[in-house]
């Protein structure tokens, strides 16, 4: 038998406000060796259209990052039974994947605050100082994802 009208006590799972998506990056920004950048398309549901966001960050900020989670070290550890040519390759987009999460997590505490429906860039600023927090407290998370990326997280 069949009942109608009996309303389902399950909520269906939230969309996400913003579709975020890496354009490119990270590169070296302009020449300026101190400074890299990602480039972001962010979608929110209520545009019509996207924008682009160019995430600026200080280069000595990446590395600090890097120091703080230990990075090279475990990296190593990961990456030790490869042959010197896949660990290096795998070495350098390890390093591109760590730069890319932090932008992105530059880049959602710029949507927390929320951003205008125009292309603009994140600039070298007062978002870059939670940066370090944020990387504690996800170190693992951060890791992890970065080994899916890299097709290692069997590993």
Not at 69 to 83: C, Q, T, V
Not at 93 to 99: C, I, M, N, P, Q
Not at 111 to 123: I, R
Request: hydrophobic letters at 40%; proline letters at 6%.
């Amino acid at each position: 038998m069949v009942e109608y009208g009996v309303m389902s006590l399950l909520t269906p799972p939230t969309a996400p406000q913003y579709r975020v998506t890496l354009f490119y990056g990270p590169e070296i920004a302009s020449g300026d060796t101190a400074r890299l950048h990602c480039v972001f398309n962010v979608k929110k549901r209520s545009w019509k259209a996207g924008i682009q966001v160019l995430v600026e960050m200080p280069a000595g900020l990446a590395a600090a990052l890097k120091d703080r989670l230990r990075f090279d070290s475990w990296l190593e550890r990961i990456l030790a039974p490869m042959d010197d040519d896949a660990r290096r390759e795998y070495r350098h987009r390890a390093e591109d994947l760590l730069v890319i999460h932090a932008c992105t997590c530059k880049l959602n505490a710029a949507l927390d605050d929320g951003l205008p429906q125009e292309n603009t860039t994140l600039g070298i600023g007062p978002l870059d100082d939670h940066l370090p927090e944020v990387f504690s407290e996800l170190s693992e998370s951060i890791k992890q994802q970065v080994l899916a990326e890299l097709d290692l997280a069997a590993r």
